[in-house]
């Protein structure tokens, strides 16, 4: 089955420095993969979707690649403020057939320092 | 606010006790997803429905049911509780199955077995 693995190691940055978290996946290349960011203790919050045929989407002072090749996704956010830190998650759909189950990334936390 | 309400936020009951757990979803939203995250675990899919029926199973006790009502509620119910089920349990909800876009999460209820 597929399965997501995001760095599970604490990243910790300078701030206004550029953040660059990875999401690589096992089998199959999904039709779109979505980034959230979870606070402790709340509920993970939509960031960004990106599509297989998309190479790359922005919004803000985020970007997010898909490299089908590598079955990897590349999360950035530039300019980063101590606001950001937070984890980070990836999700896809766990099959290619499209089953619904949303699966999860253990997710990365950032630590932006002032 | 994602507009997805969970009752309650925390509960403490102990085990062998059986507890349930209620999602009201985004006004509109047709599908329901509840998730379970463990400390330090990842969030862990349970279960979907859409419009009322069932569309996706994942990693779900038998302890474990669920249900979505025609109004579009949904309940979480966890019987014969044990330690290892103290978690935080997300619903979440999409306008339809598997659309590709964002998940609304609530904030979840905590449940605490002693």
């Known amino acids: 089955s597929q399965k997501i693995e995001q760095n599970s190691e604490a990243l910790n940055i300078q701030e206004g420095k550029t953040a660059t978290l990875t999401c690589n996946y096992t089998?199959?290349?999904?039709?779109?993969l979505q980034w959230y960011r979870q606070d402790p203790g709340r509920g993970p919050v939509f960031l960004l979707l990106?599509?297989?045929?998309?190479k790359e989407k922005r919004k803000e002072r985020l970007k997010v690649t898909f490299d089908t090749t590598l079955k990897q996704s590349l999360f950035h956010i530039t300019a980063s403020q101590p606001a950001d830190s937070a984890t980070y998650l990836c999700a896809l759909d766990e099959s290619p057939s499209g089953t619904y189950k949303y699966i999860f990334g253990t997710g990365t936390r950032l630590k932006v320092l002032a | 606010d994602s507009g997805v309400t969970q009752t309650p936020k925390h509960l403490i009951t102990a085990t062998g006790q059986r507890v349930t757990l209620r999602c009201s979803p985004r006004s509109g939203d047709l599908s329901v997803y509840w998730y379970q995250q463990s400390l330090d675990q990842g969030l862990q899919f349970l279960i979907q429905y859409y419009n009322g029926e069932e569309r996706a199973k994942g990693n779900i006790l038998e302890r474990f049911s669920a249900q979505q009502f025609p109004d579009l509620h949904s309940e979480l119910n966890l019987s014969s509780l044990e330690l290892g089920d103290s978690a935080l349990y997300f619903c979440a909800s999409s306008v339809q199955a598997g659309a590709t876009g964002e998940l609304f999460f609530g904030e979840g209820s905590r449940l605490t077995v002693l």
């Open positions: 089998n199959y290349s999904p039709a779109y």
């Open positions: 990106i599509r297989e045929n998309e």
